[in-house]
C-alpha cells in the first residue's frame, strides 16, 4: 500500500495554482495512506507559547499533501474520495487570535491543548476544566487543483480546500470536480473535533495518519464539492439566537449570547468563545421570513452537564 509522508515539506503545497507539480501519481481505486500535520503544519509543538505564535511561518498554514496525480483523470471528470479511516496524533491544540475568527480583536494571541485518549479530546491544563468532548475526526481541506488563477490556502474555494466540514470525516465519501489533467488532489488540516462554523478560527487541531481511495466518474462534473456522510445527531442541546437582518450579525449575536449564557455557568470568556468553536454548532435556523433571520448556536447539554458533576 502506497504510504505518502506529508511531515517532508518536499510534499506540501501552499498555493492552490493548476501548474503546481505533482508529488504522486496513484490508481483508481488504489488505497493510499497520507500522513497529515496539523494545520501549522508541525510549527505547534507541546510547549509552544502564546509569544510563539507571532512568530510562526504564515506561508504553512493549512499546506496541504498533494497535489496527487489520478491517473485517468480528465476536465469534465468528478472524483469520488473514499475517506476509509482517520487516526489522530494523541494530543491537539486550539488557539485564540486577535485578527481571525468571528469575534476579531476581542481575544489575546493564545494557545491551549488537548490530550485525544479514549475517544475525546481533553483539556490539558486548567483551561476548561472538567469539560471532555467527544472526538469525531474529519479533515478541514480536501481539493482539486483549479483550471486557472492562482489561490492562498485559507479561503475555501469551489475545488475545495479548507472548507472545514466536518461531515468530511471517517466513512464519507467526498465528490470533487476535475479541472485539470490528473485532477491534483490533496488533503490537509486535521482536526479531531470541531462544531459547525468553527467560530474561533480552530478546531482541535491535530496530526493525522489517513487511508483513503478514489474513484473516477467519466464526464459527471460538478460546479463545487458535494458530501455523502453520516450526521451523529442525539441527545440534548442548549441553543441560544441571533435575530436580525444581516446573516453574519446574527451569527455574531447568537455566539454573544452563548457565551453570556456560559458565563454564568462559571466559564470564562475566552473559554466560552473556545468551546463554541470546538463544540457548538452555528446554524441557520429561518432565512424566509424576510427582512430577518435566525442563527441559532447549539451546545450539547451533555458537555456541560459533566462539568457540572
Known amino acids: 500500500m502506497k504510504r505518502i509522508n506529508g511531515h517532508n515539506l518536499k510534499n506540501l503545497q501552499k498555493v492552490w495554482k493548476r501548474d503546481t507539480p505533482f508529488i504522486e501519481e496513484i490508481e483508481e481505486g488504489e488505497e493510499i495512506i497520507l500522513d497529515i500535520p496539523d494545520s501549522s503544519t508541525d510549527q505547534v509543538k507541546p510547549g509552544t507559547t502564546n509569544e510563539d505564535l507571532g512568530k510562526m511561518d504564515q506561508s504553512l498554514l493549512d499546506a496541504s499533501v498533494g497535489p496527487l496525480n489520478v491517473k485517468g483523470a480528465k476536465p469534465g471528470d468528478l472524483l469520488e474520495v473514499h475517506i476509509h479511516s482517520i487516526e489522530t496524533a494523541k494530543w491537539g491544540f486550539s488557539t485564540l487570535s486577535e485578527d481571525f475568527g468571528l469575534l476579531k480583536g476581542r481575544f489575546k494571541p493564545s494557545i491551549f491543548y488537548w490530550k485525544i485518549e479514549g475517544g475525546y479530546a481533553i483539556p490539558d491544563g ?12 474529519f479533515l478541514g481541506v480536501i481539493a482539486t487543483l483549479p483550471s486557472s488563477g492562482s489561490f492562498g490556502m485559507i479561503p475555501p474555494q469551489k475545488f475545495g480546500g479548507n472548507m472545514d466540514n466536518r461531515l468530511n470525516g471517517t ?14 488532489l490533496s488533503f490537509g488540516d486535521p482536526h479531531a473535533c470541531q462544531g459547525d462554523g ?17 474513484k473516477i466518474v467519466r464526464n459527471r462534473n460538478i460546479s463545487s464539492p458535494v458530501t455523502y456522510s453520516t450526521e451523529h445527531t442525539g ?3 442548549f ?6 437582518p444581516e446573516l453574519k450579525t446574527a451569527a455574531i449575536d447568537a455566539v454573544e449570547s452563548m457565551i453570556a449564557q456560559l458565563k454564568t455557568m462559571g466559564f470564562k470568556e475566552d473559554e466560552s468563545f473556545l468551546l463554541c468553536s470546538v463544540a457548538g454548532n452555528l446554524r441557520i435556523s429561518e432565512i424566509v421570513d424576510e427582512p430577518n433571520y435566525v442563527v441559532s448556536m447549539l451546545l450539547p447539554e451533555s458537555i456541560l452537564r459533566e462539568r457540572s458533576d
Open 126 to 137: 486548567d483551561f476548561l476544566k472538567g469539560i471532555r468532548i467527544p472526538i469525531s475526526p
Open 171 to 184: 466513512g464519507s465519501t467526498v465528490l470533487l470536480p476535475v479541472n485539470i489533467e490528473g485532477a491534483g
Open 198 to 214: 468553527e467560530v474561533c478560527g480552530t478546531a482541535v487541531e491535530t496530526g493525522a495518519t489517513v487511508r483513503i481511495s478514489v
Open 235 to 237: 441527545g440534548k442541546v
Open 239 to 244: 441553543c441560544t439566537t441571533g435575530i436580525g
